[in-house]
């Protein structure tokens, strides 16, 4: 997916994601005040939830290496007023071009241990920049259930490549992102701790929702019919496609869920 498309696609699933990343952040009680990253920030979307988790006093630093991602990021800040609160930086999350012991926390959602890079020199830069007493916090998306009725269908859509992104056959199992908890101890972090946040959605599904999902579908398995077998295929095609008579969103019971899974942990004072 080309850079433009997958902005678009942040902002159009958004509307998905916003409430159980929203809770994910209240979980980790950041400090009034205090001063953090959101390392591999994308558009900026995160580090809205994140100011506001601060209050005011606070500060908010987005950190992304696309420029085109960062430029839209100031357009949001800007139209939320928000200028003031939070700011961006680009770079890379491997090599953060902040000091030592420079926040009160680090943030990072579906990057540091959700891309094809190996995760412990990114914790560990995570780490390096956050205070004493600091926590160390990342996210990504974990597993969904959009298919309501045809679980084997699903099943072999989330055996794909796109399905199981970012994990690919040979990838080591130790830097699978559920093994995230291993990392943190490794680095000494300490009381390293996980926990998992669903969002769900139901029939009758809003406008924006039903628009967020047929977007959602095509993210997850916008490239998955060339793995099925024909007969998955025709099934796919049939469920999966919003111009398909029998386009499951239509379903008048529909339900889907998708969970998101935070993991963190404190820097030893």
Not at 177 to 184: H, I, T, V, Y
Not at 195 to 224: H, N, Q
Request: hydrophobic share 40%; glycine share 10%.
């Amino acid at each position: 997916m080309d850079t433009d498309s997958y902005l678009h696609s942040l902002l159009v699933t958004n509307p998905l994601r916003e409430p159980t990343l929203r809770a994910a952040i209240e979980t980790l009680y950041l400090p009034f005040g205090s001063s953090g990253l959101d390392a591999g920030c994308g558009i900026g979307l995160q580090c809205l939830l994140l100011s506001a988790a601060v209050g005011s006093p606070g500060h908010v630093t987005g950190l992304d290496i696309s420029p085109k991602f960062l430029n839209r990021g100031e357009e949001i800040v800007k139209e939320e007023g928000l200028s003031g609160r939070i700011s961006f930086q680009e770079g890379d999350v491997g090599s953060i071009p902040f000091d030592d012991r420079t926040f009160d926390w680090a943030w990072s959602a579906d990057c540091v241990g959700y891309g094809p890079w190996e995760p412990l020199p990114l914790l560990k830069e995570l780490s390096r920049v956050v205070k004493p007493g600091g926590i160390v916090a990342i996210s990504g998306w974990s597993s969904e259930n959009m298919l309501p009725g045809y679980p084997r269908l699903e099943a072999r859509l989330r055996a794909t490549s796109g399905g199981i992104a970012p994990f690919v056959h040979g990838k080591n199992p130790d830097t699978h992102f559920l093994r995230a908890l291993g990392w943190f101890r490794e680095i000494g972090l300490e009381e390293p701790t996980a926990k998992v946040f669903a969002g769900s959605f139901y029939a009758p599904l809003s406008p924006e929702i039903r628009t967020a999902l047929e977007e959602l579908f095509d993210m997850r398995w916008s490239d998955a019919e060339n793995e099925l077998s024909s007969d998955d295929q025709i099934e796919y095609q049939r469920l999966c496609h919003p111009d398909s008579h029998d386009f499951i969103l239509n379903l008048p019971d529909y339900y889907g869920f998708f969970t998101h899974t935070l993991f963190w942990g404190k820097i030893a004072r």
